[in-house]
């Protein structure tokens, strides 16, 4: 900016000076330069004056339009032919090509008006127009994208704090976070009034402004060794309540954030009725108490606490229509893992019958075969032997083996996924012995088959449940933890199917499927990107259309959803049934 300033003015004390109108444009364009911004101006008749270079980064009009004594109209009409307008700003949605042209027309004669436009390759710009008393108009064209969304991130922000903070005074258990310094930075209102206080009296004080001396020094000792060690402290501590109540409570305290900005999270919880302690009690590293067991303190190595927070919960998995009337023969001596079992498989429309042991088994087996009754799966309990297992495969019948646990607890979710492997791989086949190339296949025993969905979530605890659930509806899958990793799988799989979630490192969601669409145009290819929201706003929602996603779903996710979003969006053939 500086050095074409000087170059004008270096001209102007040389007989080739420019003339006066010339030497405007100079320093106009210098200017705009410096600020990053376009500038035109036009006169009382409606034609222009001077138009800056940096227009044409706004609008890619032919540089004619530009000329001085062009027509405002006709300058105008360029725009609107460009389409660098989005659809609905300032009407033009609603009107046609001239409809339009007298829209802007009259907002340049104004003698002041400000207007932030979306445009197509969703830039926000601003847009600033004055008309003096000589009747001589300015406008200045600003891009102000990147504070939009840092404004809108500022919004997105603060709806997120308050959501934590509301989060938080619901839970109803005590709890706060400390700083590395030992501040009160948060509390709840069950802490508030566990201790008969206030947030405002508790936030940005430490324990020795609100504890004794000796309890807040133990509770100090503790913290510190948490913020430096990384390992969560669970102390047992008997209590008496204003009530006159005594009770047992536990406190945990963990360290989150990353190296140079820990946070200390506590939270208090009474024991269970019944006296037992808490399963992290049994992972400790070392354990204190004092004389009578009124005061227990433990550290948990963070790799124990992983093991923990990482334990997938169990999940009810949906069973499609199709398996109804499927016949299951389970082989259990055990009484409860039979009437559980019975139950649970009644409840899903299998047809199922228990027998006691191989004996029995075999019996059944034999007179099914003889009376044409196909039985579709044996479930045996492993606590009987192998045997129940072998008498199966001999009849060429698929066969399970479980032990009580999954019996009662995990038995719709492996059955689902037994069924859903074969009903695909049967697809796969079907599709080779009619010579149609296959959309995936299982492979050898060497060979990856084809990734039919690609799932991006960052989440540890995220990906293991998408894991789950996918293995075990007999999807194939593959992990992305950022938006980038996203884009690279698409490109190198061209998976069915996306589940994106919309808070990614690196690209986030939205930055993600827009990448995607882009690449996509004109090969007449379409992959559905289905976006993982956490809350249901509005606002979300929305972007994810605007950003070319297909649908969108709600965290916690589970089977059934998966696979309702599947047979909406994946291609036909995988939603066909072997019957």
């Known amino acids: 900016m500086t050095a074409e300033i000087e170059k004008a003015a270096l001209a102007m004390m040389t007989e080739d000076a420019p003339s006066g109108s010339n030497l405007y444009s100079l320093f106009f364009d210098a200017l705009c330069d410096g600020l990053s911004s376009a500038f035109f101006a036009y006169d009382r008749n409606d034609l222009l004056l001077f138009a800056s270079r940096q227009v044409l980064n706004f609008f890619p009009v032919q540089p004619e339009f530009l000329q001085s004594s062009t027509r405002l109209r006709d ?111 948060a509390v709840n209102r069950a802490f508030c009034e566990k201790y008969q206080t206030t947030m405002d009296e508790v936030r940005g004080r430490k324990g020795t402004d609100l504890f004794s001396t000796d309890l807040a020094n133990r509770y100090d000792e503790s913290d510190r060794h948490v913020i430096e060690t990384g390992e969560m402290s669970i102390s047992r501590q008997r209590q008496i309540a204003r009530d006159g109540v005594e009770r047992d409570i536990v406190t945990r305290k ?23 302690d808490f399963d992290e009690f049994a992972l400790a590293s070392h354990i204190k108490e004092n004389s009578d067991r009124s005061y227990r303190r433990a550290y948990v190595p963070m790799a124990a606490l992983q093991t923990i927070s990482r334990r997938p919960a169990a999940m009810e998995t949906f069973a499609p229509e ?18 559980a079992a019975l139950k649970t498989l009644g409840a899903y429309g299998f047809e199922a019958c228990v027998v006691h042991d191989e004996n029995e088994e075999a019996a059944f087996l034999d007179v099914a075969s003889a009376h044409g009754v196909k039985i579709d799966l044996v479930i045996v309990d492993n606590q009987l032997g192998k045997r129940g297992i072998e008498l199966a495969e001999r009849q060429n019948i698929a066969a399970l083996s479980l032990d009580g646990s999954q019996l009662a607890t995990e038995l719709t979710f492996l059955i689902a996924r037994h069924f859903n492997r074969n009903i695909r791989g049967a697809l796969a086949e079907d599709a080779r012995q009619t010579g149609l190339a296959p959309e995936w296949r299982r492979g050898d025993a060497g060979e990856e088959r084809r990734v039919q969905v690609v799932v991006a979530e960052d989440n540890d605890i995220n990906q293991i449940v998408f894991a789950q659930i996918l293995e075990g509806l007999g999807y194939s899958h593959a992990i992305a933890a950022s938006g980038d990793d996203a884009v690279r799988l698409w490109q190198e799989h061209r998976p069915e199917l996306i589940l994106m979630d919309i808070t990614l490192p690196g690209l986030n969601g939205f930055e993600a499927a827009r990448l995607i669409r882009g690449a996509e145009k004109g090969s007449g290819s379409h992959t559905p990107i289905i976006g993982v929201l956490t809350q249901a706003f509005e606002r979300d929602r929305t972007e994810c259309t605007d950003a070319g996603m297909d649908d969108v779903i709600l965290k916690p996710v589970s089977p059934d959803i998966i696979e309702t979003v599947f047979q909406k969006y994946m291609r036909p053939a995988r939603k066909a049934q072997i019957r």
């Not at 939009?148 to 903070?165: F, G, S």
């Not at 963990?254 to 037992?276: A, C, E, H, N, W």
């Not at 199709?322 to 009437?339: H, M, P, Q, W, Y």
């Open 254 to 276: 963990q360290r989150i954030g990353k190296p140079g900005r820990y946070f200390l999270v506590g939270t208090m919880q009474d024991l269970p009725k019944d006296g037992s």
């Open 322 to 339: 199709s398996f109804n009337g499927r016949k299951i023969l389970v082989v259990t001596a055990d009484f409860a893992a039979e009437t």
């Open 75 to 185: 300058f105008l009409g360029a725009v609107y032919d460009t389409g660098a307008l989005c659809q609905g700003n300032s009407g033009k949605s609603s009107t046609n090509r001239d409809g339009w042209i007298s829209q802007r027309i009259a907002s340049h004669w104004r003698e002041r008006s400000e207007t932030t436009e979306h445009f197509v390759d969703d830039r926000r710009v601003r847009i600033i127009n004055r008309r003096l008393p000589s009747g001589v108009g300015f406008c200045i064209l600003s891009d102000v994208s990147e504070m939009k969304k840092r404004e809108e991130q500022w919004r997105i922000d603060m709806e997120r704090v308050q959501l934590t903070e509301d989060i938080l005074d619901g839970l109803p258990f005590p709890l706060f976070v400390k700083d590395q310094n030992m501040v009160y930075v």
